[in-house]
């Protein structure tokens, strides 16, 4: 095909529009900068939050010991392992969390149980206190649209973008094209925010079906692709996301579960997780999806989460206010599977791996403290950055992205010409397998990648077996050309692929370079079972060079004795 290109001009150039692509645009926005979003879906309901969710973290300051600044930044260390600057989560989120809760408010979403007019707390995943707020955030993301509109702010739909405009030195802005009408898209920008999520679809899903993930299925990581090919630079990429799910349906609501008080039992009817961690179901999301591993590895499962003992009221909250709100799917797969919560058992297992934002997240693209990447000009917010930390830290951290960029485009110029070569090379690239005369589908290269990921950079690592998928991960690169789309929708998929290929290698080199196992299940070595004391806060970081992907270890800035 011959597609046609069309050119934008702005200010900041917003790629993503999810939760962090939204607040980010609002707040540059605010700060008179004009903006431009691109977004791959629809804004109305996309990104990991789409559907909804019902718990924010946040501490109040209400006086209680754990409830204070300094105590919620301690925690934030103590769940990262100490892999994160704690100063950059300081400017970026914890600084903000009031102000994110009003501006919640004051766009119509309700933060506070109407009965009482206070927040409902509860308490979860190794936190000293009820950092999470149940609140009702079904209709998050229309009413972050809405915001959008309010403002005049340009949003293209449908946008899928696939590289960034980089002379070497500084992002110009970014490329893609619309996924419905093959329209090519050229975005000249003073600063470009990368807020695009994770990378689901990686790793094999204990279902079989790819896309029933527990975040959303259709992040592939083009974050960390763009920013990676830019020259920007990456951190921990081999530290994945794994969590408790209902047996064979990868939906979220661990937190609803455990945070209302919720069991685990194993087959021989023990409450297990005191076995691993003295907070037991309270203890951090890795050590539950360790422990619930390491039951069915030994022979005691199937296991099960139990929450026959709580109240009439606590069971009443969790089913009505909380487990529909992140997804409608896990009420009705409850009941389709003819069980009663205050009766019947839950069965559960381990979730497929993912690289994601939830809470304690170290991987992602690095930036500093006021979300600047290593590359001029280039920006990232949200579930792609280190640290992010879930719905909270999306809103903070965009918001503040957004307010920084701002700031920097009113002394700045625009990039209205250069890198046409570039531009040029990339949409040939996009287009070849739409325009290559045949070939063979993407889902055969996709099923491919997900068992070299399973099979050698799994749930258990061994230096022997991230080498071999290494080979493994090289040998299908090899192949990539012989990709054929047969459509636009094809064109996507392709594209993703080559995208989730290029992050499979990082992981697993990035895993090859950590020698020590950390965060249970994120980044288990079975030939370095035990924490590397010495290296404790080592991050890896990921850079593009001559030899191809270089990963070099580094130590975290010690900031802990200012908590």
Known sequence: MKAEKKIFHTDVLVVGGGVAGCMAAIAAHDGGAEVLILEKAAVVRSGDAGAGNDHFLANLNSGEEWDTDEAFARYYVR???G????DIARNLHLRRIGEIIERLESYGI?????STDTFIRTKSFGQPGPYYINFKGKHLKPALATQLRKRKIPVINRASVTGLICDGKQVLGAMGFNVRTGEFYEARAKATILAVGDA???WPNPSGLAFNTWMSPFNNGVGYVTAYKAGAE?????????TVVPKGFSAAGLNAFTGMGGYLWNSSGERYMQKYHPMGEGAPRNTLALGTFREYSEGRGPCYIDVRHLSKDALSHLTNNLLPVDKDTLVMYIEQKGLRLDRDLLEVGVSEMQMAGFTGSVSGIVIDRTGKSTIDRLYAAGACTVPSFALSGAFATGYSVGEETARVCRDSSRFDSGCEEQVAGEMER???PYNRAQGVNYKKFEDRLRQIMGDYVGYVRNERGIETGIGKLEELGQRVDEIKAENLHELMRTLEFQDLLLVGKIVAKSALARRE?????????ADYPSTDEGSFKDMTIVKAGPRGIEVSLRPTVDNTGRI
């Not at 892999?83 to 704690?86: A, F, G, P």
């Not at 990456?234 to 794994?242: F, G, K, P, Y």
């Open 110 to 114: 309700e933060m506070r149980d109407r």
């Open 200 to 202: 689901t679809r990686l």
């Open 79 to 81: 769940l990262s392992q």
């Open 234 to 242: 990456l951190a921990n990429m081999e530290i994945a996301a794994v």
């Open 517 to 525: 196992s950390r965060m249970g299940l994120s980044h288990l070595r």
């Open 83 to 86: 892999l994160i600057d704690v």
């Open 430 to 432: 996009v287009y070849a």
